[in-house]
């Protein structure tokens, strides 16, 4: 991979009084969203070594079903003595595993999480601008260990520095995530200089890019495909795939108010939260803005960032229920690091519906009898094969979700206890012949994100493709 030149540049055609993006501002890296240097393998404080002795031997923990007693042996920790960020993202991606072991490694889940990991968690989860759960930010990004200090992009060596299982099935299914994201790391400031280029018109660079992008795209369906390589599906879907489970929509799974965050003191509150998955990469999401992608809301996302529920169980005005209509895509930027979720945010504002709305402007202007001209023909071409790869990127992602998920999912489960593979994949009234996938016990399968699995994935795949559909006035 090839870092950027620099990582501030101007923008041609933008208001004058615009101030030039800078990368740095938003925590992206030369190695795009992954930190510039390796997560930290230890806190360097001894204050923490109950913490870190803890996640040191947590798939040990978890086997013997020792975890929980472990964690309520704990001295509640302040964060205090956290130092720089790097310190900061080692707590949070500590605390994640723990606080998820302590829920979900049990005969059943865990209603409440205590404070010697829900008021740490709270705290480093506000520093970071998420929610105080296991976030893909937290078990892929900044929970990893490169060959070096600078290529995280050797996919064969990269290995994850905690899973819950110790299986090199985990580690893998981890770091095939954090290798993609540092192979498109470079289309970053590379396609921000493209919507640029829109707006000048500056046909070649524009059509230059996009190219690049698609190529890049394709090389991230290549590494999607390794999965198979080290990662079981069965190990995958009953070993690995509940722990990564959140608080929300988990009812049948033993959550039917979410997981209560103990303050101690008696305070505290219930809060229903989205589990890790791969739809919290800004990576994926980035592509998304640049292209003009829109995404539909499905009909069983609302907003729910913070989760917070009041005792009674009742749903507190402001805080979990958001307005009508928010997609998935939108609601899951909440689970992004805040300077990552800015930086799509303010990438959306600065270029509205992005390279869609910007390439059908650039076709239309100068168009008349003799139509196109041949550099925008080949603008066209080049944004129509960008939206194709990561249309079919999405398709490679629903092919693999039908392998470790689906037909998991109709197989004996032989886990002991309540297992997210089966339990909190139920939802009464929906049947297989609604084009839904039904796991053995009935009902319709989730993800660990807490949404419909199928529809959700087939709607977003039709949306990429619809995006390319540019209509030439």
Excluded at 19 to 24: A, G, Y
Excluded at 187 to 209: C, E, F, G, K, N
Excluded at 361 to 389: C, D, I, K, M, N
């Amino acid at each position: 991979m090839s870092p950027p030149e620099t990582l501030t540049f101007p923008s041609k055609g933008v208001n004058p009084d615009t101030p030039p993006l800078s990368l740095d501002d938003y925590a992206v890296t030369s190695n795009g969203f992954l930190p510039s240097d390796p997560p930290l393998k230890k806190l360097p404080s001894p204050y923490y070594a109950p913490w870190e002795s803890l996640i040191e031997s947590l798939s040990t923990s978890l086997a013997h079903k020792t975890l929980r007693h472990e964690v309520d042996q704990l001295p509640v920790l302040s964060t205090d003595h956290l130092a720089t960020e790097q310190e900061w993202r080692r707590a949070c991606v500590v605390l994640g595993f723990l606080a998820h072991a302590y829920i979900w490694g049990g005969d059943a889940a865990a209603e409440v999480l205590p404070p010697q990991i829900a008021l740490p968690l709270l705290a480093v989860s506000h520093h970071h601008g998420i929610p105080p759960v296991a976030t893909y930010a937290s078990v892929n990004l900044w929970n990893f260990h490169p060959p070096s200090s600078s290529d995280p992009t050797d996919l064969d060596a990269l290995h994850a520095l905690h899973t819950f299982t110790g299986t090199p099935d985990e580690s893998w299914f981890y770091m095939v995530s954090v290798a993609m994201e540092a192979r498109g790391a470079y289309l970053i400031p590379l396609m921000l200089r493209a919507l640029d280029a829109v707006r000048s018109r500056q046909h070649q660079t524009v059509a230059s890019a996009l190219e690049e992008m698609a190529s890049c795209i394709g090389a991230l369906g290549i590494l999607l495909d390794r999965m198979d390589e080290r990662c079981s599906p069965q190990v995958f879907y009953h070993r690995i795939r509940p722990f990564l489970a959140g608080s929300k929509n988990m009812a049948a799974a033993g959550l039917p108010r979410g997981v209560f965050y103990d303050e101690g003191s008696g305070r505290g509150e219930w809060r229903q939260l989205r589990g890790g998955s791969n739809g919290q990469s800004s990576l994926v999401q980035f592509l998304d803005v640049v292209l003009g992608v829109e995404h539909a809301a499905t009909g069983s996302s609302t907003p729910d960032t913070t989760g917070r529920y009041s005792g009674s169980g009742q749903r507190k005005l402001g805080q979990g229920q958001g307005p009508a209509g928010v997609s998935f895509h939108q609601e899951v930027r909440g689970y992004m690091p805040a300077p990552h979720r800015r930086l799509l945010e303010d990438v959306a504002a600065r270029y509205p519906g992005g390279m869609r709305k910007g390439v059908g402007e650039l076709l239309a202007v100068g168009e008349g009898e003799e139509g196109l001209s041949e550099e925008q023909v080949a603008v066209r071409e080049a944004f129509q094969a960008a939206t194709g790869a990561l249309a079919e990127f999405r398709n490679k992602h629903l092919q693999m979700v039908t392998r470790y998920i689906i037909i998991p999912s109709r197989q004996p489960n032989w886990c002991q206890g309540v297992n997210l593979a089966t339990a909190s994949s139920k939802v009464k009234g929906l049947s297989a012949t609604e084009g839904r996938a039904v796991p053995a016990g009935g009902g319709e399968l989730t993800g660990t994100g807490g949404t419909a699995l199928l529809p959700f994935l087939k709607q977003s795949r039709d949306e990429t493709f619809q995006a390319g559909r540019l209509q030439v006035r």
